[in-house]
């Protein structure tokens, strides 16, 4: 496990002032310069002879830490439901009428997501009752932008497994996918061509991916693909079977773990 110098130095502070507190919130006690130095000194000394005592308190804060961000997260899925789980701009994959939405956040720029592609697929494929929404969620720079803008256009002609088959062509492109690449594929697939063009200049597209931007945000997203399923946010191609097993979770319980 690698820290950063960040990392150790807040800790060592928590520390210290660890040491200091509960001798001066039991006796009342404001230290003075000096005593607050010698304090430091003894602090400095155990750590430098007991190290495995500053890995294992790296370790819980991280952990609380992590906790504190699942609970704000799921905070803020509750917020953003219906956003998340029915805008009118999200592709609805799958079955329409499931009774567990998993819902992702991608880049058609993201080799990760290319690589959870075919985990979404199988998982699609077993479980007919699972309902997924899909979110662009374009943050590789331009070329992102451009691919998400025309895909959303391509919503208004393409829907259900046509549109999943639009999706899936754009996202296991080789190379650099951009505006272009997103439209030759949507012109393989006989979308009207014109119409795509003035509905990807449209208010429309700009305020769906705004909005998908600012779900994003809300989340606390970092990068993609991101996947929700009830309250939990799983960030990362987590593989088949984790995924299966929040689906599952959910499904009998309502949480990630039914412990």
Do not use: W
């Amino acid at each position: 496990m690698r820290f950063s110098l960040l990392t150790i130095a807040r800790t060592t502070a928590l520390l210290g002032a660890l040491a200091i507190a509960p001798a001066a919130m039991a006796q009342g006690t404001v230290f003075n310069d000096q005593q607050k130095q010698a304090i430091g000194e003894i602090v400095k000394d155990y750590l430098l002879k007991n190290p495995e005592v500053l890995t294992e308190v790296i370790a819980e804060l991280e952990k609380r830490q992590a906790e504190a961000q699942q609970v704000a997260q799921a905070g803020a899925v509750k917020e953003t439901k219906q956003s998340l789980l029915n805008a009118s701009h999200s592709y609805v994959v799958g079955n329409p009428s499931g009774d567990i939405t998993l819902v992702e956040f991608f880049d058609y720029n993201c080799g990760y997501c290319k690589k959870a592609l075919s985990d979404l697929q199988t998982l699609m494929k077993s479980d007919p009752k699972l309902r997924v929404v899909l979110k662009d969620f374009p943050v590789l720079g331009p070329d992102s932008v451009e691919a998400s803008r025309v895909a959303l256009a391509v919503k208004n002609q393409l829907q259900g497994q046509k549109l999943f088959d639009y999706h899936t062509k754009v996202l296991e492109s080789r190379g650099r996918v951009n505006g272009e690449r997103a439209m030759a594929v949507a012109k393989e697939l006989g979308v009207d061509m014109t119409r795509l063009q003035k509905d990807i200049d449209s208010p429309e597209i700009r305020n769906a991916l705004q909005e998908n931007m600012a779900l994003g945000d809300k989340l606390s997203l970092t990068g993609t693909p991101a996947f929700i399923v009830g309250e939990t946010v799983v960030p990362g191609a987590v593989g088949l079977e984790p995924l299966k097993q929040l689906v599952d979770n959910v499904r009998q319980c309502g949480k990630a773990s039914c412990g």
